[in-house]
């Protein structure tokens, strides 16, 4: 059966605190036993022979000074509480039998003699004793020491054996799994690792023996068919018209295409295997490339025509590792001068309508006109009619004009000091006809004492007053409109309340998008395109513009613009 390596671990460790907790005990054991010895010795004999010294001293002072003989029973009396020793008892008896005579008769008592001859005796059986204690103390010293420096021995041999090989049992095994996989790295799959051990260690080296085997077999199998794929796909990629360079994770060059090489100026076998950074150092088109983040798009001069590539970047990942970056630079110049052409053709068509527009409008207002002449009631519901339709072609054809020149980047702004309150009188004179046709009402909340704001009037006027329509759009039949002007900050704020549906929450980030139309909402006339000029418009000119929206209760359209004053 295999023992695991956590178990010999285990075991080595047991038997390292078994050996630690041996020799502790029994040294423990042994200085306890020659502290038990030596107090043996030092306390109850030592103190016995001090006693009978002090009688013998006594006993030398009488029968002249009788005041020794208490000196000589409290002695005596102590004694008797401080045998130990066999016959101790009864010559401390003989001496107390002999003290009470003397005790009686002092004068006239002779046996000083056989009282000393007591004493003498007590004092010979305490020095015997301390004598054969100390045998004893240097025995159990002597045994102590023979047997620790046997078990020391022992121990330290099993010990220096168990340090000697125990260590080989970890270490050997694993250095050869180092030594394998080095091997593998280098891509030696013949490599295999062969242990006597069936522990963790013996099934790692049957396990990287499996997979070395798998790893040749692959190596010999498949490096054709591997070589072959990269080859078509090197092809494949130096074939495709779009720019294509491929970084590893340390940012090297790995592959450049032919694409690539005429867009850069550079040859693949010049960048090939280098460090991107460094080739960038002498050539500006790859430093933008390399900072530039993807979908952002070069102009590049190409064949001494100006071209433009959106920037594509896919970061490569495995397993949550980075293992390097594609970069893709996709001609859209074809489609840049598509769009070009649209907003051109945009501009061109919206301004060649806008005259025979306004001729429609001009003579509708004649036709209108009673000095003219009376119209009946049929001519008069068809000249409503096309006056109606002329003045939606005009708005359209307006908005089209707006939205081609903000495509071309040619908005003119005329910014001055101007008063909120202006554009905010001017916004509701305009729509006053159109609110009472719907029979709804405004509310005005101007703020009295507004500073100047820095704002083109004419482009700010027509941001409200496209705030206003659509609130007169979608507000209910019969409400009122608030309208609010007041400062926050540096800013002077425009709100819009329409107190109408509201929009759906899921539509609100998409109001200001070009040609968005909010789906129900029945207004099928507009271009969609109203929101997204005054959001161009307000933001041309550093202010910020948002929608607060819920729907049931109804949406509040604002914007703001930075005061003269800051």
């Known amino acids: 059966m295999a023992i695991k390596i956590k178990t010999k671990l285990t075991f080595g460790l047991l038997f390292l605190f078994i050996v630690i907790l041996c020799f502790g005990a029994l040294g423990i054991f042994y200085v306890n036993r020659l502290s038990s010895d030596a107090g043996m010795i030092l306390k109850d004999n030592h103190i016995s022979l001090e006693y009978c010294n002090h009688m013998l001293k006594a006993l030398e002072d009488l029968p002249g000074d009788t005041?020794?003989?208490a000196v000589f029973e409290t002695n005596l009396r102590a004694e008797e509480h401080n045998i130990t020793e066999p016959g101790e008892y009864e010559a401390a008896a003989e001496v107390r039998s002999l003290f009470e005579q003397l005790k009686r008769d002092t004068a006239g008592f002779t046996g000083y003699r056989q009282i000393r001859k007591a004493v003498f005796k007590i004092e010979d059986l305490n020095q015997v004793a301390i004598i054969h204690k100390n045998l004893v103390a240097s025995n159990t010293a002597t045994q102590a020491m023979l047997w620790l420096t046997v078990i020391v021995t022992i121990l330290s041999l099993a010990a220096f054996t168990f340090v000697l090989n125990f260590p080989s049992i970890i270490s050997k095994p694993i250095r050869a799994l180092s030594e394998g996989i080095k091997e593998i790295a280098n891509k030696n799959y013949s490599k295999r690792i062969y242990l006597e051990q069936k522990d963790e260690f013996g099934i790692l080296a049957d396990t990287f023996n499996a997979m070395a085997e798998k790893l040749d077999e692959y190596e010999h199998s498949s490096l054709a068919e591997i070589k072959f794929e990269k080859s078509r796909i090197e092809a494949i990629i130096n074939k495709m018209n779009?720019?294509?360079?491929?970084?590893?994770?340390?940012?090297?060059?790995?592959?450049?295409?032919?694409?690539?090489?005429?867009?850069?100026?550079?040859?693949?076998?010049?960048?090939?295997?280098?460090?991107?950074?460094?080739?960038?150092?002498?050539?500006?088109?790859?430093?933008?490339?390399?900072r530039n983040d993807s979908g952002n798009q070069l102009k590049i001069l190409l064949n001494e025509k100006e071209s433009f590539f959106a920037q594509e970047s896919i970061v490569i990942q495995n397993d949550n590792l980075i293992g390097g970056k594609l970069i893709i630079l996709r001609n859209v110049t074809p489609f840049k001068e598509l769009d070009a052409a649209?907003?051109?053709?945009?501009?061109?068509?919206?301004?060649?309508?806008?005259?025979?527009?306004?001729?429609i409008k001009m003579s509708t207002q004649l036709l209108d006109d009673k000095r003219v002449g009376l119209l009946n009631t049929d001519q008069t519901e068809i000249l409503g009619s096309i006056k109606g339709n002329s003045e939606r072609l005009l708005k359209i054809t307006g908005e089209l004009l707006n939205i081609s020149q903000i495509e071309?980047?040619?908005?003119?702004?005329?910014?001055?000091?101007?008063?909120?309150?202006?554009?905010?009188?001017?916004?509701?004179?305009?729509?006053?006809?159109q609110a009472s046709q719907e029979n709804i009402s405004f509310r005005e909340q101007i703020e009295p004492g507004l500073p100047d704001i820095a704002a083109d009037e004419e482009k700010t006027t027509w941001v409200l007053i496209n705030f206003l329509s659509n609130a007169i759009k979608y507000a209910a039949k019969g409400k009122t409109i608030l309208l609010q002007v007041k400062r926050a900050g540096r800013d002077v704020h425009f709100l819009v309340t329409d107190y109408g549906k509201g929009i759906e929450e899921k539509y609100v980030r998409h109001v200001f998008d070009r040609y968005f139309k909010v789906p129900g909402a029945g207004d099928r006339s507009g271009t969609g395109l109203g929101l997204a000029i005054s959001k161009e418009f307000i933001e041309a000119q550093g202010g910020r513009i948002w929608v607060n929206s819920e729907y049931g209760i109804g949406s509040t359209f604002g914007f703001s613009i930075v005061t003269v004053t800051g």
């Open 67 to 69: 005041s020794r003989i």
């Open 242 to 290: 779009d720019g294509i360079i491929g970084l590893d994770s340390k940012q090297q060059i790995l592959f450049f295409n032919a694409a690539a090489a005429a867009l850069f100026g550079l040859q693949e076998k010049e960048v090939l295997g280098r460090y991107a950074p460094d080739i960038a150092l002498q050539n500006d088109l790859l430093r933008n490339v390399l």
């Open 342 to 359: 649209k907003t051109n053709f945009l501009a061109t068509l919206s301004h060649e309508l806008k005259t025979p527009l306004f001729a």
């Open 408 to 433: 071309t980047g040619q908005i003119t702004l005329q910014k001055a000091p101007t008063r909120p309150e202006v554009i905010a009188l001017k916004a509701m004179q305009a729509v006053r006809l």
